[in-house]
């Protein structure tokens, strides 16, 4: 994400559907178990990182980017790597999020992106379609970006973990049931690992944004991590492809 001046009653109905401010329900909460995020207790020994090392490759826009943070580690994806390091497990999570992706842009610089690796990644986690929301665009465009995509990672035998994402209820409920859909459907045909909404866990608090009510805070991104570390974990491989 990172061009919000356009489409303001768009933007607001995204904001709506990641944050819901004013809205009731249980809110998310900050881990409060430092082993969640990665982070070791005092007099905690760290487990052992061991096996085959594993590439992963983190693609996506500002949410995976680390947009607003002060500190590059603060990033979804470098949280991740610690947080997966501290459970012993041997992953090595290269950033390829870019501000203001939309799936087009994605597309665009998929090749460029893998070409440059030294290594096959041995899972890619692909988050984008926040920016398609943001400016509108067809459910059905979203998806043959995303087809792609997905056709390009399959040809290369990569495994993909699909990072979900949903629409607000202002887009009418035929666009919302056609993008929220499009996720389930593409994980199921391309035989991708799917964490259906992939900011459930935090999106009713809004304490765990910045002021922009998109972005999490660097406490929000800790709480990402911990609700969907077991997904991720799930999704590599036991051992490196490479």
């Not at 041995?122 to 988050?127: A, N, R, T």
């Not at 990672?153 to 994402?165: D, F, N, Q, S």
Request: glycine share 10%; charged share 20%; aromatic share 8%.
């Amino acid at each position: 994400m990172g061009i919000w001046q356009k489409r303001t009653k768009v933007a607001v109905g995204f904001i709506g559907a990641i944050a819901l401010a004013s809205c009731g329900g249980e809110t998310a909460t900050t881990p409060s178990n430092p082993a969640d995020t990665g982070e070791i207790a005092e007099g905690e020994l760290a487990i052992p990182v061991m096996g085959e090392q594993i590439d992963v490759l983190a693609f996506g826009d500002s949410l995976f980017a680390g947009y607003g943070l002060r500190d590059p580690g603060d990033s979804y994806p470098a949280k991740l790597e610690a947080a997966l390091r501290a459970k012993g497990t041997n992953a090595r999570i290269v950033n390829a999020g870019v501000s203001g992706d939309t799936t087009a842009a994605g597309l665009t610089r998929l090749e460029f992106t893998l070409n440059a690796q030294t290594e096959k990644p041995d899972l890619f986690i692909l988050e984008l379609g926040g920016n398609d929301l943001l400016r509108g665009l067809s459910p059905a465009e979203t998806r043959a970006n995303f087809e792609a995509m997905l056709t390009t990672l399959k040809e290369r035998e990569i495994p993909v973990l699909l990072m979900g994402m949903r629409a607000p209820p202002n887009y009418g409920p035929e666009y919302q049931a056609d993008f929220d859909a499009l996720y389930g459907e593409l994980a199921q045909e391309y035989g991708a690992d799917l964490i259906p909404f992939w900011l459930q866990d935090i999106y009713e608090d809004a304490s765990l944004f910045q002021s922009d009510r998109i972005h999490p805070t660097a406490e929000g991104i800790e709480a990402l991590v911990a609700s969907t570390l077991d997904e991720v974990a799930a999704a590599l491989p036991e051992e490196g492809a490479n």
